[in-house]
């Protein structure tokens, strides 16, 4: 009973002890982006070219990804969108296959983030409680706001909750091991961001609870939010978790990929 125990204890040890590697890659980009649509109070006549990404979590068996981009047709009306890549496709060419995938963790519901989640056919889907509830259902109602969300993934994620594949967090807390989840700032009702184990310490991936470095170095809210106060307080709370202000990666600054080593075309590594 004893060797069991200390079996177990063993087992449980390692599996909170994962440590990932990171990959953001880069599968689109938005042309002619207008800054002040990014970072609150920005120059009204400032553009940038975004950085449409997600992000490849691997560790052993599991490949997660954080956001899962977009791809129906309609989406791409009214953007000066070039580069793309198809959000399964490019992360086969990060080297590995769509029904590789076991988790799709999603910051938030809008379109550019979540859209994409139904081609990966084998993974749970992560989101917040809140924020699925929101979106498939008040959302929808009178007085219901459900801009930026793509209703064609409204039935996906309600199929996945059917069959068993959507797992909702209800606040900050480890949906994986070595991977947690925060509530974000309010970019929709209930985002999130999360924070990974690596072999280089905690990395934060903010997704668009931080578009660019600009609104961290700056401490200026992102434009597009519910609440100012609780995006600064998450970007303050994303400062406390990291050794190095270096490892929280915005979710649309082109920076990021020159920031890090690049592994293959439009794939950088973390780290």
């Avoid at 950085?51 to 490849?56: D, F, H, P, Q, V």
């Avoid at 938030?108 to 917040?128: E, R, S, T, V, Y």
């Avoid at 994620?157 to 949906?175: C, F, K, P, S």
């Avoid at 915005?250 to 990021?256: A, R, T």
Wanted: hydrophobic share 40%; charged share 25%.
């Amino acid at each position: 009973m004893k060797k069991i125990a200390i079996a177990i204890l063993f087992v449980c040890a390692s599996a909170h002890a994962a440590t990932y590697e990171i990959y953001a890659i880069k599968y689109a980009t938005i042309r002619n982006f207008p800054v002040n649509g990014l970072v609150k109070g920005a120059d009204p006549t400032g553009k940038i070219d975004i950085a449409m990404m997600l992000w490849l979590i691997r560790a052993g068996d599991r490949n997660i990804l954080f956001d899962s981009g977009f791809y129906r047709p309609n989406l791409f009306k009214g953007w000066d969108i070039t580069d793309f890549v198809r959000p399964d496709e490019a992360v086969r060419r990060a080297g590995v296959k769509p029904e590789d995938i076991t988790d799709v963790i999603l910051s938030h519901a809008h379109w550019d983030h979540a859209d994409g989640a139904d081609l990966f056919p084998k993974a749970n889907i992560h989101m917040q409680k809140d924020e699925y509830r929101y979106y498939t259902l008040d959302a929808w109602q009178p007085g219901g706001k459900h801009g930026g969300i793509e209703r064609e993934d409204v039935p996906f994620w309600v199929r996945a909750n059917l069959d068993g594949r959507m797992r909702l967090a209800d606040g900050d807390q480890e949906i994986i091991p070595g991977i947690r989840v925060y509530i974000g700032g309010r970019h929709t009702f209930q985002s999130q961001y999360v924070s990974v184990e690596t072999a280089k310490g905690i990395v934060v991936l903010a997704s668009d609870n931080m578009y660019l470095y600009e609104n961290l170095d700056k401490h200026v809210p992102i434009a597009q939010t519910f609440d100012e106060k609780s995006n600064l307080a998450a970007q303050d709370k994303m400062r406390t978790l990291v050794k190095d202000l270096r490892f929280i990666v915005p979710g649309h600054d082109p920076e990021v990929m020159s920031r890090f080593p690049r592994v293959s075309e439009n794939v950088v590594k973390i780290e």
